[in-house]
């Protein structure tokens, strides 16, 4: 079985502040860490993901997550906000067997203030 | 990246009555797409994996003859829910698995409201 933890449900941050968001999973399997984000009434958007190979990552507008396995967790980050990156992030989890079932954290709001 | 299209985006019904929701691939073929309920402010609860050509899997809890799917083409998904009530109403999301990597593409979701 498989679980993800987001430690925080809500995290208010001032624009150009830094960020990290939290994430830990666990799972009995080798799996692959992604980072979504949805905007109000829109689905998912794929941020950013690890499958393999470095343990960083990064996303094309600012974000960067890290892979790390004996803490078992990716946290996602990002050095200086905007008040567009406000929005619902979520990380996920998947199974590098069999049918790739996705289980996804309970997300974290991010909201950018001006 | 993968396209992934939802129809429609809002839909509003009586008690009773039955909605059908699509997820099309548009530019990929998907032999497995994914069905997930999303309460306001919550996180998206895997619902069934619907496979091409086969039955539905439903995750423990789902009713799986309250919430119909099926997968007829590579390309096509539908999730219809079935004489809906007023605690159907939430959003429903459908992604499609690209490729071997377990990677995700979503549709738009579409929000039901059951009165």
């Known amino acids: 079985a498989q679980s993800v933890t987001q430690l925080d449900s809500q995290v208010p941050v001032f624009e150009e502040a830094p960020v990290e968001l939290r994430c830990n999973y666990s799972?009995?399997?080798?799996?692959?860490l992604f980072w979504y984000v949805q905007y109000p009434n829109q689905g998912l958007q794929l941020l950013l993901k690890y499958l393999s190979g470095s343990t960083l990552v990064e996303s094309i507008n600012g974000f960067e997550a890290e892979f790390n396995k004996s803490q078992t967790s990716f946290h996602l980050r990002k050095p200086s906000v905007h008040i567009s990156d406000t929005a619902e992030y979520f990380c996920?989890?998947?199974?590098?067997?069999?049918?790739?079932?996705?289980?996804f954290g309970a997300g974290t709001r991010l909201f950018v203030k001006a | 990246g993968a396209v992934v299209s939802q129809h429609p985006s809002r839909v509003i019904c009586k008690s009773g009555t039955s909605v059908k929701i699509e997820c099309r691939s548009l530019?990929?073929?998907?032999?497995?797409m994914f069905w997930y309920r999303q309460f306001p402010k919550q996180s998206l609860m895997l619902m069934a994996t619907s496979n091409e050509g086969s039955k539905a899997t439903y995750e423990q809890g789902v009713e799986k003859d309250k919430f119909l799917i099926n997968h007829a083409s590579l390309t096509l998904s539908t999730l219809t829910v079935t004489s809906a009530h007023p605690e159907d109403s939430s959003f429903y999301i459908c992604?499609?698995?690209?490729?071997?990597?377990?990677?995700?593409?979503f549709g738009e979701g579409s929000r039901l409201t059951v009165l």
């Open positions: 530019d990929f073929q998907a032999t497995t």
């Open positions: 996920a989890v998947t199974q590098n067997t069999g049918g790739f079932k996705t289980i």
């Open positions: 992604s499609a698995r690209f490729g071997g990597t377990g990677e995700l593409f």
């Open positions: 799972s009995s399997v080798s799996v692959y």
